[in-house]
């Protein structure tokens, strides 16, 4: 039966990402002010599907740890495809960071810098530095709330990496408190997995770093409240 659910989701998802990504064609040419609108539209599309065919649920928890609105910079763990689509669903006005290599994803990659989302060449030294705190200073102007990944690429559940420093050049930049957000993703969307498990993914939303910590002491927080999260592998609280 999970063979069965997980292929056609699979199949759901490839067929309504290339329709709509058919779509983002007027959007680009007609209404680019609505591109993130129209994201927001095809991400809970495909989270709604994948309640339905697979069974798969968000359970949120220490939401309150968010302001109610204008800007924050959110440094979430990141184990599933599911994680990038999940803050689509959730924020009013989100800005993730993205490799700017997904910009080349045919019919939706160019949506990507039209619904505001910071591209960062990865390989791009001093110069790509500049322009992230450039974009994230723009995004924050606009009261957005922005969502990056420190690990810089998925992992498994379990799975530690050394931290990128970006999370915390950008909090400098803009005096922001860092919200941690811990997931457990993986143990239902694994990977480059075929197979979509069912039941709960949790968010956990804990609470706010302090701005003007130094890098290290940022970093080594972020770790420590995903470690601490009250995800089914672990019994205790948010730091």
Not at 149 to 160: D, I, K, N, Q, V
Request: overall charge positive; hydrophobic content about 50%.
């Amino acid at each position: 039966m999970m063979f069965l659910r997980s292929a056609l989701f699979n199949l759901y998802f490839f067929l309504l990402t290339f329709v709509l990504g058919i779509g983002g064609l007027g959007v680009r040419w007609f209404a680019r002010r609505r591109a993130l609108a129209y994201a927001q539209f095809w991400a809970r599309l495909v989270l709604g599907g994948l309640r339905w065919i697979c069974g798969i649920y968000p359970v949120l928890i220490g939401f309150e740890h968010l302001p109610p609105a204008g800007p924050v910079l959110l440094a979430s763990q990141h184990q599933s495809a599911y994680d990038t689509l999940v803050w689509l669903t959730l924020l009013a006005h989100p800005t993730y960071v993205m490799k700017r290599e997904l910009k080349k994803i045919p019919l939706f990659g160019p949506l990507t810098p039209l619904a505001g989302m910071i591209l960062v060449d990865r390989a791009g030294g001093a110069a790509a530095l500049r322009g992230l705190l450039a974009e994230t200073r723009r995004a924050v102007a606009e009261g957005r709330q922005i969502v990056i990944f420190p690990e810089g690429t998925r992992t498994l559940p379990g799975e530690r990496r050394a931290l990128q420093p970006g999370v915390a050049a950008m909090a400098a930049a803009v005096k922001l408190p860092v919200v941690p957000v811990a997931t457990d993703s993986g143990r239902r969307w694994g990977k480059d997995a075929f197979f979509k498990r069912p039941g709960p993914i949790h968010l956990v939303v804990c609470p706010p770093l302090p701005a003007g910590l130094p890098r290290e002491a940022l970093l080594a927080g972020l770790q420590a409240a995903w470690d601490a999260a009250p995800l089914p592998r672990a019994g205790a609280g948010c730091g």
